[in-house]
Every structure is written in structure tokens, then in C-alpha cells.
């Protein structure tokens, strides 16, 4: 599959008095669709591409590469993450790595814009975790594709001040900056810890777009006014990144509205109906998020 060498190669830079906001569509809650309706809904939708943890059955893979084939034909710039997301392995750091470096070559194999992958253990050392992504970044060097890496518990990344010395050691470091990890795990909104955020958000080249709060990484619903005070700090992260990218040249930022279904999704109980509903959250926030950010 060959991308659009615009798109491919990232976020071109150059000098322009705007940035373009892409906004892609995650495949994650919606696996009951076929992926070719799946696609057709994420074209009627108007969002600009999609993410997703690719399934490696090779009937899925088939169509699924022969639609999106389609699509980049008549929509060169059409943006393709997939995720690098391992089911956990009881295995040695060295196993770990080889199953990394599996799952990355398979999907370059399919010609992604970029990758997100979700990279180490929070349980791994230092030493450990530096090895895994050093492990990433020989193969995005070799194969010209680019690795960003997900803020995300359970990861390397996975609390806001213990990844400055990794951005320390890895100034190149890419993020998929989805902040609404840092503040559970911190069970707070990092109101004390604004100093760490501004040395992460130079880092972060994809939005993940999920609010999250103080006990969970995902409220029931953005838009309910009393998670207006999350809202409001979550919008000011995200435009704090976008005007970053701007004042570095970048032509765009691509942003994945993320509300997941249950368990990030919040149930009632005994009848287990959802207090949300995700799919349109995350297109109302798409609608919201063009409004809100100044570009």
C-alpha cells in the first residue's frame, strides 16, 4: 500500500500563518462493523483517516487493505495509524523485544502514516524500557517510518514526571500525547505539575482527544456540564500543543477523538447500559474541537 508522500512522511514543515487539524477515527468500539462499513462511516462522518489496532486474521487484512486501497485513490492524503498494542506476555525483556519488533515490521508492511505504539512496561527499568525503544527507533531509521509512542498506563510513559528522563535521553522521542493517563494515575488534573507538561508537549505529534478525570481516563460525557472544569483543561492542553506545532512550522497535527466503549466507558449497573454513547461523542467532539482550537 503507498501512501501520499505528503502524509507519509509526517507533518511537513514550513512557514505558514495556520495549521491544519486532521481528524481520524478510531477504530476501537466499533469491531462489530464490517471494516468496509466501518470506512464508508468514517468517510460519511468527514473525519480525514482513521486509527486503529489492526487484527492479524489475513481475510481482515485482506479487505481491509483493498478498501482502504480505494479510499487513498480517490483520497491521497487519507491518514492510516495503526497501533502497536501487544496482548501482555509473561516473557524476559528480550522476548519483549523481539515481539515488538515482530509487530512493527508487520504493520510497515502495510504502509501506515505512522505507527502509535504502545511501548514497554511500567514494571520494566529504566535501563529495560531505554532498550525497547532504542529497539524502535533502528526500525523506524531502516524503514523511514515513524514510531510515536502513547502516554498510557501500564507503559513506560505512563506518569507525566517519570518520562522526563526518557525525553531527556530521547530528544527525538515522538508522543501520542493522551494526557488523561497522567491524571489518574496522579488523581489529579497536574495543576502541580505544570512546569512537567510544558517539557512533555513539545514532544507530543498526535493527539489522542479523550477527557479524562481524577479516578478514570475517561468521563461519561465531555459535554455534561459538570465535567465542564475537565474540559476546559484538557482544551487548553491540546491548543497548548497545537500552537506549539504551529510556531515550529508544522503544516498539520492529526487528532483522534478517543472515547472508548465500556470499560473506559462508565455502565449502570445490572442492566450494563452504556452512559454514553461513544461513536457519537466522538464525532460531536471532532465538531467541538474545530470550533474550540484556534488554528
Known sequence: MQMNSMVSKGNVQHNSSAINLLFTCTHWGQEQLDIEDFLDTVIANNFKGIEINMPEKRDFLNRFTQKIEEIITDKPD??????????????????????????????????????????????????????????CMNISSKTGVRILHETHRGRFSFHAASLIPYLKKFPELELVGDFSHFCTVSESLLKDQEEIIREIIPHVSHIHARVGHEQSPQVNNPFAPEWGNHLTRFLKWWQAIIQQKKEAGWEFITITPEFGPAPYMPLKPFTQEPLGKQSEININLMHHLKNALKT
Open 78 to 135: 487519507f491518514v492510516f495509524i495503526p497501533q502497536q498494542l501487544n496482548d501482555p506476555g509473561n516473557e524476559n525483556i528480550d522476548d519483549y523485544i523481539k515481539r515488538i519488533e515482530k509487530r512493527l515490521m508487520q504493520l510497515i508492511s502495510l504502509g501506515p502514516t505512522f505507527i502509535n505504539s504502545h511501548t514497554g512496561k511500567d514494571y520494566f527499568s529504566f535501563d529495560d524500557n531505554c532498550r525497547v525503544i532504542e529497539a
